[in-house]
């Protein structure tokens, strides 16, 4: 079946613009993450849903980004007024449950936003 | 808050050695992921690691949980240049956190 896809793959933007990041997650997954990736780092957690509850928006650097999911499919996350330190890959992954209270299975990445901000 | 240390940071060895990679955490957890990523790609899953004692194999890759400890270890027999990638790990302890990676170079 379909992995988690992400679009689009690449996107430039100038310094103040919004952009708005788009992840399908695959079909059945009831959790989806979102992740920073600047470039030689590791991954910075930036937000979770899992089902119906509330989302961990714990990660979020700054008000300037917001991330929205419908139900258990596709999620944006948006950016808000863009700075150049927000450039970087942006990955989604998903998972779903193992039936283990609370414990979810490995996650499956997207391939990544690659946002560049000028 | 969960903090997630993985060391080395950077390795560089031969073909046909041996090694090991850790992954420390601060909190109470035993569920722990290892993946890998190559440049320009995405993270591939490795292993998951649900239980304290959790021993798991795959290739040339061992990786194993001591949940007392807080502490993971992947470790790499007899490295090809094909392992050459960067690993991380992720601690579930209701947030989700990765380590820093640990990028490998095998050599010939």
């Known amino acids: 079946g379909a992995g988690v896809s992400q679009s689009p793959s690449n996107k430039v933007t100038e310094k103040g613009k919004d952009v708005e990041l788009r992840c399908d997650p695959i079909?059945?997954?009831?959790?989806l993450y979102w992740y920073r990736q600047r470039l030689g780092q590791g991954l910075e957690f930036l937000i979770y849903?899992?089902?119906?509850?509330?989302?961990?928006k714990s990660g979020l650097p700054s008000d300037r980004f917001s991330a929205e999911r419908t139900g258990e499919s596709v999620s944006t996350l948006t950016i808000q007024r863009t700075q150049q330190e927000d450039s970087a890959v942006y990955l989604c992954?998903?998972?779903?449950?193992?039936?283990?209270?609370?414990?979810?299975?490995?996650?499956?990445f997207g391939p990544g936003t690659r946002l560049t901000v000028l | 808050e969960l903090k997630v240390e993985q060391n080395p940071l950077f390795l560089s060895m031969q073909e046909g050695k041996n090694y090991t990679i850790y992954c420390n955490y601060s909190?109470?957890?035993?569920?722990l992921y290892w993946y890998r990523q190559d440049p320009g790609k995405s993270l591939e899953s490795l292993f998951v690691?649900?239980?304290?004692?959790a021993v798991k194999q795959e290739g040339r890759l061992m990786a194993s949980l001591d949940t007392k400890a807080r502490l993971s270890t992947l470790h790499i027999t007899a490295a090809v240049h094909d392992l050459s990638a960067t690993y991380f790990c992720?601690?579930?302890?209701?947030?989700?956190?990765f380590g820093a990676g640990t990028r490998l170079t095998v050599k010939p």
């Open positions: 079909s059945g997954h009831t959790a």
């Open positions: 909190t109470t957890s035993d569920r």
């Open positions: 992720a601690v579930d302890s209701n947030d989700m956190r």
């Open positions: 992954a998903s998972s779903h449950p193992l039936g283990l209270a609370g414990v979810q299975d490995t996650q499956y």
């Open positions: 849903f899992q089902g119906n509850s509330a989302p961990d």
């Open positions: 690691l649900l239980s304290n004692g």
